[in-house]
């Protein structure tokens, strides 16, 4: 099971970020998959999550800006970042956890069992 994230960058306060996750070793959309966040000195912050029956969740800090997404053909899981604040800098990280496991524990991204090495995301101003 391999998760590699891209996509991360630096932007201005306002800006969009477009950030992938490629699944590789399982089927994305077999699992449950979600992105969380870490700011330096901060707890993980589950930021969107796909819940059974493939409903999409989001924290409220970023409901309205920010749409998680799956391409099933190119395994491949995404977070669309609109309307950029400073307070969303932070490294950004997808994860995965067997269904199974999210039915009887929750959706909370963070505490996925896999997960990638993350990528940075600043914004500015």
């Known amino acids: 099971v391999q998760l590699v994230e891209s996509g991360g960058g630096s932007v201005e306060s306002g800006g969009s970020l477009r950030l992938s996750c490629a699944v590789r070793?399982?089927?994305?959309?077999?699992?449950?998959m979600g992105w969380f966040r870490q700011a330096p000195g901060k707890a993980r912050e589950p930021v969107a999550t796909?819940?059974?029956?493939?409903?999409?969740s989001y924290a409220d800090s970023v409901k309205g800006r920010f749409t998680i997404s799956q391409d099933n053909a190119k395994n491949t899981l995404y977070l669309q970042m609109a309307n950029l604040k400073p307070e969303d800098t932070a490294r950004y990280f997808c994860?995965?956890?067997?269904?199974?496991?999210?039915?009887?524990?929750?959706?909370?991204?963070?505490?996925?069992?896999?997960r990638g090495q993350g990528t940075q995301v600043t914004v500015s101003g």
């Open positions: 994860s995965a956890e067997e269904e199974v496991v999210c039915i009887a524990y929750g959706y909370d991204a963070s505490l996925f069992a896999d």
């Open positions: 070793g399982y089927t994305v959309g077999s699992f449950c």
């Open positions: 796909f819940e059974r029956d493939g409903r999409p």
